[in-house]
């Protein structure tokens, strides 16, 4: 066991020498640490075990030196055989150097002599580089004064710079530079005063000149909107092109750059002249001179304050916007108008030409918002002005002008929109305007109509008539000449004018953008307005006018007969002219029909009013004696003179519908009839005679007679006599003294006398009454006078009680 240990102890012993042997010295530490840490006294034994191992290293360090000592001694041998010849080496150079020093001595002096004449030469090259550098800064500042001299400011800023940064600093050490330096900032100073004192007299001058440029603009565009209109009335299919008018020699979306020095005008592009014109076209830089504006640019640029000269740009234009915007004072007149448009048009043209001709000076966004007060204040000026404008005339020529308008700035990329939206308020103040013009002359037209059927003596005549007015009867055209058309002259004079209403109309619409559609819709709602209000309202005055009588009344029944058949004929010629078809879903249908069929009704009333007005003038002629003893066996004056105007008014209605000519004639009848009975029954008089009853009832058959002799064709059997049933049962009832009958048979539907009431029978037999002696109506009967008055009193007695048995069941 000991044995087993003592070998273990040796192996481990050897592993840890070897370690050490191995290991970076730094490292060391922890193996020496085991020694310690394993059996006691095995460090001894460890040590014991080192020592042989250093012994064994030194002898193996002997072996070594042995071997190389002799190399080491031969070296040394050699090296003192070196010595011997370094010291003869030493004595020779030394020999050398003596006598290269004693050589060299000559060669330094001349030498130095060199260098003294080389360090002259450098001084005067220095003094030339010196004055070299000085001469091209003396003549940069005297070229800088002839600059000023000669205004030339732009070109002064640059040789300042070019001072400031390449010349003067390369003498900046020299007291003259410094003064030159101290001056260039007053020198600036003055340049920026002059070119703002240029750059407001460029203001003043394009104030003045902008009514130039706009007329010219405008006259550009007018005459490209008259090349395009004949373009496309050759060509259906070119559409609608901006306008190519040009300012500068450009088109608006074409821009020229720059100019690169000031004073040269922008080269402007060759364009081809239009045939019509003779006279050379005017751009701005022909009326003012852009040039101290760039300039100013520019030098407020290189100066570092474009910042404050855009402000200043900007603030004046804007102030200038204002007076331009300023309503002129003779806004009632067209050149007003033209003028007034002119000077915006200038003014934003040149905006557009300074925008895309400077870099930055003027943007989009002011501009657009410059634009768009301009808009603000423009359609409030033109929507108040236009507003007292009462010729449709000017307010059309004014429409002219804001279309031209808004299309020369549409051109420069202006927005217009509110222009046009403006055109459409304006254009219902045009069709006001027109509806009240033509309302004159609808009156004037109906003023001077005789309102008789217009005769046509040759063909030539029938035809000048029916090219006017859209007539066609058959039977008519087989009559020979001479012949009449049922209709009065104001007919077709009155079409004529409905169509040139349309023109009239279809002028404002014109050129404001809009589709067919849009135009046929605002030609039918124009024209419903005058039909419904402008032509009725003249209609409805004509037929209440006191002096118009029953033939004209019934002419006028018949031209709007004519005019409704007609209006089939205007919506085909509104369909031509916009080429819309009337079965469009969103097509307005014009409104003709319900306004002649209105003013026909009234114009039918106002015949039976005046017919019954001239019955009551007659009736008022009335002169009947009522206490006459027995009649004049013929009918009374008045009413045979009635019958007759009667009988010749209802000839002159032969041209009118059947139902009119037949309602009037029975509502003549029965206020006759009516008129009769409450004559008969008029509470003022008193006392009626039989021979007056046997007059009156002559007179009403003369009214039976005109009634069963058809004065108007249609009536079917009697259905015009019963008109006077009333008055004829009453007068038999007097007349017979039937008063049995009428007393037995009241009530029943089958009685001879239905139709006369008690109460009027009551009446009429109280007037008849035998209450003073100048009553004759019973002068026949006085042998039995006594009975007779009881007879009398018994019949008013039972017609009382009839009375009141009515008024208690009522």
């Not at 069709?431 to 013009?437: D, G, M, R, S």
Request: with cysteine.
């Amino acid at each position: 066991m000991a044995d087993n240990e003592s070998v273990e102890c040796i192996t481990e012993h050897e592993r840890i020498l070897q370690e050490i042997e191995s290991t970076d010295t730094a490292c060391v530490g922890p193996t020496l640490r085991s020694v310690y840490d394993d059996q006691p006294n095995a460090h001894k034994r460890f040590m014991e075990k080192l020592e042989v191992r250093i012994r064994n290293h030194d002898r193996e360090i002997e072996k070594m030196c042995n071997f190389h000592h002799q190399g080491f001694v031969d070296a040394i041998t050699e090296l003192l055989k070196v010595r011997a010849d370094a010291e003869k080496l030493m004595g020779q150079v030394t020999d050398t150097n003596r006598r290269l020093q004693d050589a060299g001595r000559e060669v330094t002096a001349q030498t130095e002599e060199v260098i003294r004449c080389r360090i002259q030469q450098r001084n005067m090259t220095t003094t030339v580089e010196r004055l070299q550098l000085c001469i091209p800064v003396l003549e940069m500042y005297s070229k800088l004064k002839e600059q000023l001299e000669s205004k030339r400011y732009y070109a002064a800023l640059k040789t300042m710079e070019q001072l400031e940064k390449v010349y003067i600093p390369r003498v900046s050490r020299y007291r003259f530079c410094q003064i030159m330096a101290e001056n260039l900032p007053k020198l600036r100073e003055d340049i920026k005063d002059i070119s703002m004192s240029d750059l407001k007299d460029f203001l003043e001058s394009i104030r003045k000149h902008s009514d130039k440029i706009g007329e010219t603009a405008m006259k550009q565009a007018q005459q490209h909107r008259t090349f395009n209109s004949v373009v496309q009335k050759h060509d259906s299919g070119m559409g609608y092109t901006k306008p190519v008018y040009s300012l500068n020699g450009r088109t608006p979306t074409q821009h020229n750059g720059l100019a690169a020095e000031e004073g040269i005008d922008q080269p402007e592009e060759e364009g081809v002249e239009e045939d019509q014109s003779e006279e050379e076209v005017l751009t701005a830089q022909d009326l003012v001179d852009f040039s101290p504006v760039y300039r100013c640019l520019h030098i407020y640029t290189v100066l570092g304050d474009r910042e404050t000269f855009e402000n200043y740009y900007r603030k004046q234009r804007k102030k200038q916007a204002r007076l331009v915007l300023q309503p002129q004072s003779n806004m009632e007149t067209v050149e007003g108008y033209r003028r007034y448009f002119n000077q915006i048009v200038g003014f934003f043209l040149v905006e557009d030409h300074v925008l895309h001709s400077t870099q930055g000076l003027l943007t989009r966004a002011f501009t657009d918002e410059l634009w768009n007060m301009a808009l603000s204040k423009i359609t409030a000026v033109l929507r108040t002005h236009s507003s007292y404008c009462s010729d449709p005339d000017l307010v059309l020529q004014l429409k002219n002008l804001i279309v031209i308008f808004a299309d020369t700035l549409q051109g420069y990329g202006y927005p217009v929109n509110r222009l046009f939206d403006l055109l459409f308020e304006i254009r219902d103040q045009y069709n006001e305007t027109l509806l009240k013009k033509w309302a004159l002359v609808f009156r004037e037209i109906f003023e001077l109509d005789n309102y008789s059927p217009i005769p046509v003596e040759t063909e030539e005549e029938y035809k000048s008539v029916v090219s006017r007015f859209p007539f066609h009867d058959a039977e008519i055209e087989k009559q020979d000449f001479p012949k009449k058309l049922p209709m009065s002259q104001s007919v077709p004079q009155i079409y004529v004018q409905v169509k040139e209403f349309i023109y009239a109309s279809l002028k404002f619409s014109e050129s404001l953008h809009r589709s067919w559609t849009e135009i046929d819709d605002m030609l039918r709602k124009s024209t419903n307005l005058l039909l419904t209000r402008t032509l009725s309202g003249c209609l409805q005055n004509l037929i209440k006018k006191p002096h118009i009588g029953l033939t004209e009344l019934v002419q006028i029944i018949i031209n709007t007969t004519h005019l409704e058949q007609a209006c089939k004929y205007l919506e085909d010629f509104i369909t031509n002219i916009t080429n819309v078809s009337p079965e469009t879903v969103h097509t307005t249908r014009l409104y003709g029909l319900s306004t002649f069929k209105d003013a026909r009704h009234a114009a039918e009333g106002e015949i039976y009013t005046k017919l019954n007005q001239k019955i009551d003038e007659f009736i008022q002629l009335a002169d009947y004696d009522w206490g006459m003893p027995e009649s004049d066996g013929q009918a009374s004056g008045y009413l045979m003179d009635l019958i007759n105007f009667l009988r010749s008014t209802f000839q002159v209605f032969t041209h009118l519908p059947g139902k009119v000519a037949q309602t009037a004639c029975m509502s003549a009848c029965k206020h006759l009839s009516t008129s009769l009975m409450q004559m008969l029954l008029d509470s003022e008089l008193k006392q009626i005679s039989m021979g007056a009853v046997q007059q009156f009832n002559l007179d009403v058959i003369q009214c039976e007679l005109f009634a069963s002799s058809e004065p108007v064709p249609g009536f079917q059997g009697d259905t015009l006599q019963l008109a006077f049933i009333d008055l004829r049962q009453l007068l038999d009832l007097f007349m017979v003294w039937d008063w049995s009958t009428y007393l037995a048979d009241y009530g029943q539907p089958t009685s001879k006398y239905l139709r006369v009431n008690p109460s009027t029978a009551l009446a009429l037999l109280e007037k008849m009454k035998d209450t003073s002696k100048k009553n004759t109506i019973f002068s026949q009967f006085r042998k039995n006078d006594r009975d007779k008055q009881k007879l009398i009193e018994t019949v008013v007695k039972q017609l009382r009680s009839l009375v009141n048995g009515m008024s208690q069941h009522s």
